[in-house]
């Protein structure tokens, strides 16, 4: 079945912009019932939104290609045998920002790097194995780089949400 949402270049009141990528109520849709459950097979997302599933592999190979959706296994750290989970608040020279974002961004125990705004200059989410690990990662790794001033560490000790079902901006 082919209703008027399966076509490719769909233009009009329900096309969006995402940073330079078209989305649609469509995409939308898909986006949202992929967030609620990252398995839910093409032929029953399609029967959901009453369009094919070939529009649905062709859209879905669209929105993986271009980034603005990646389907993956989320778990949490602890129960994988991570002892520490947290976050790190950085404050930096922010002349020095791209090349300590850079450096950041190749340590494999940081998990989410982003530069923000308000007290601090950059937030980070980290899993790590121990204590001496932790270490290693705060005095050895992250205090060396040129151009991080400070740090400031909140540690998990527990899991309360853990929610990625917010939609789009759009629905």
Not at 18 to 27: A, E, M, Q
Not at 118 to 133: A, C, Q
Request: hydrophobic share 40%; with cysteine; charged share 30%.
């Amino acid at each position: 079945m082919k209703t008027n949402n399966d076509k490719n270049n769909k233009k009009g009141d329900d096309a969006v912009e995402s940073s330079g990528k078209k989305l649609d109520k469509v995409d939308c849709q898909m986006i949202h019932l992929l967030q609620k459950d990252g398995r839910m097979p093409n032929n029953a997302i399609a029967q959901e939104l009453g369009i094919s599933e070939f529009t649905v592999r062709r859209r879905l190979k669209r929105l993986l290609d271009s980034g603005v959706i990646r389907i993956v296994a989320v778990a949490n750290p602890i129960d994988l045998g991570f002892e520490i989970a947290g976050n790190l608040k950085i404050k930096i020279d922010l002349k020095k920002a791209d090349q300590v974002l850079e450096k950041l961004k190749k340590i494999d125990s940081l998990i989410w790097v982003a530069l923000t705004t308000g007290g601090t200059d950059i937030d980070v989410e980290f899993v790590i194995r121990s204590l001496k690990e932790f270490h290693e990662l705060i005095f050895k790794k992250i205090c060396k780089i040129d151009g991080v001033i400070s740090t400031e560490t909140s540690l998990m000790v527990d899991l309360v949400k853990d929610e990625y079902a917010w939609g789009t901006a759009w629905d």
